[in-house]
Every structure is written in structure tokens, then in C-alpha cells.
């Protein structure tokens, strides 16, 4: 199974940003989706943004515009650009996988599910 490890999160003003990183490790596979999900304090768990093995990408309403999903194939690295950053953006990110469906434009490739997580990297938005 693949193992993920988040970094790059931290404390920054309104209107900031930061860049997080992903780097996945382990069992090699040629179709995936890499996905990066958040949690606030007292709230469920959401989507950010996804990216497929073919690159197919999805946002959530929330963050289009804001955020930018990439990854490094050589690196087996999946970034998350974050500006402007906003107080409600605060939350817990997690990174997470999925592997072996056959990933479309028309379906984001969050959809099916995530089969692995990160531990997950706190972001905190105060001015």
C-alpha cells in the first residue's frame, strides 16, 4: 500500500499562501489519484482538489481560483499552491490516494473513494 507524508503547512495572514507537498512511497502503480482533503475544527472532512494519473483535475467550489493542484512525477510528489489564503481555510489537509480505476474528465477522480491517507498537516489562517 502506499504511504503518504505531508508537509509544508503552518500559520499565515489573510490574503497569504503556502505551498504543501505530498510525497508518496511504496507500491508502484501506473493509474492513481492523488487528492488533497480538509478538516476544520467541528466540521466533516472535505475535498480540495484532485489529480489523476492522466491528469484530469477537480477542485471544490470553495478554493477555484485559489488553489492549485500539481504533482512531480519524477519525484512521486503532489503539491497543493495556496493563495489567496483566506480564515476559513484553516483546517487539518490531508493527502490521500486511490489507485486502479479507469479515471475520466467527467468523473473527479475523488469520487470512487480514497484507499490511503496522510497523517495530515494542520494550515491555520489568523490575521
Known amino acids: 500500500q502506499v504511504q503518504l507524508a505531508e508537509s509544508g503547512g503552518g500559520s499565515v495572514q489573510p490574503g497569504g499562501s503556502l505551498r504543501l507537498s505530498c510525497v508518496a512511497s511504496g507500491h508502484t502503480v501506473t493509474t492513481y489519484c492523488l487528492a488533497w482533503f480538509r478538516q476544520a475544527p467541528g466540521k466533516e472532512r472535505e475535498v480540495v482538489a484532485g489529480i489523476d494519473s492522466d491528469g484530469h483535475i477537480g477542485y471544490a467550489d470553495s478554493v477555484k481560483g485559489r488553489f492549485t493542484i500539481s504533482q512531480d512525477n519524477t519525484k512521486n510528489t503532489l503539491f497543493l499552491q495556496m493563495n489567496p489564503l483566506k480564515p476559513e481555510d484553516t483546517a487539518m489537509y490531508y493527502c490521500?490516494?486511490?489507485?486502479?480505476?479507469?479515471?475520466?474528465?467527467?468523473?473527479?477522480?475523488?469520487?470512487?473513494?480514497?484507499?490511503?491517507w496522510g497523517k495530515g498537516i494542520t494550515v491555520t489562517v489568523s490575521s
Open positions: 490521500a490516494a486511490n489507485t486502479g480505476y479507469a479515471y475520466t474528465a467527467e468523473v473527479p477522480c475523488y469520487d470512487y473513494g480514497m484507499d490511503a
